[in-house]
């Protein structure tokens, strides 16, 4: 166990539905963030928070938003669905935002499935 | 932005023998190379990490080397056992910010 909690496990979903990812960070770690991995792909980064505020975007779509809420807990919402968000979507958090070498701790991960 | 890439994709080896997976990176402001495992079914994990002022490091039977001028690092395990079968996903963070960059990963076979 890692320390980072991801809720749900598994999510089957059709087009155009809109879901919610929720994640709980390690224990004292005030950053957060989303990666998605598609099938056979890498790891993409979405989106970085730290202590409540937005820090770093990636490639995250307009259709896709997070947030961290004030007991650092962070939500991904997944809006307008498509058959090609179907990914397993990671959430990992570290301690600090700083420009030390800073480990990100990984969750197992939520698998959605967009049918 | 950053770009890394990884190679190989895939790699067989047989229990005992070496296995090495090489990635480039872009940026040379990139200050941090973490390397992770992913086993079926979990989240990546972190294995093994090295930042730019050294230039290897070992743990056990892991070792990374970094080549700062050529802009590229290496993942080495030595005397691979089943249990090393997983996918690795090499990483750079570039000074400047935060975000981790990943290869595209590469998926190890170990044979019995």
């Known amino acids: 166990d890692s320390g980072v909690t991801q809720t749900p496990k598994h999510l089957i979903t059709a087009t155009g539905q809109r879901v919610t990812l929720r994640c709980s960070p390690r224990?004292?770690?005030?950053?957060v963030y989303w990666y998605q991995q598609s099938l056979d792909q890498g790891l993409q980064f979405l989106i970085q928070?730290?202590?409540?505020?937005?820090?770093a975007k990636g490639n995250i779509l307009e259709r896709f938003s997070a947030q961290q809420f004030p007991d650092l807990h962070s939500e991904l919402n997944l809006s307008s669905l498509e058959l090609g968000d179907s990914a397993l979507y990671f959430c990992a958090s570290s301690e600090t935002q700083g420009h030390g070498a800073n480990v990100l701790t990984f969750g197992a991960g939520s698998r959605l499935t967009v049918l | 932005g950053e770009n890394v890439e990884q190679h190989p994709s895939t790699l067989s080896v047989q229990e005992g023998d070496s296995a090495v997976i090489k990635c480039t990176y872009s940026?040379?402001?990139?200050?941090?190379f973490p390397w992770y495992k992913q086993e079926l079914g979990k989240g990546p994990q972190l294995i093994i990490d090295?930042?730019?002022?050294?230039g290897e490091k070992k743990d056990q039977r892991i070792a990374v080397t970094l080549n700062k001028t050529a802009k590229h690092f290496s993942l080495h395990i030595t005397e691979t056992q089943p249990e090393d079968s997983a996918v690795y996903f090499c990483?750079?963070?570039?000074?400047?910010?935060?975000?981790?960059?990943f290869g595209g990963g590469t998926r190890v076979l170990v044979k019995p």
């Open positions: 990483a750079a963070r570039a000074r400047a910010g935060n975000k981790l960059t």
């Open positions: 940026d040379s402001a990139s200050n941090y």
């Open positions: 224990s004292g770690d005030l950053s």
């Open positions: 090295i930042r730019s002022n050294v």
């Open positions: 928070y730290y202590n409540g505020e937005e820090r």
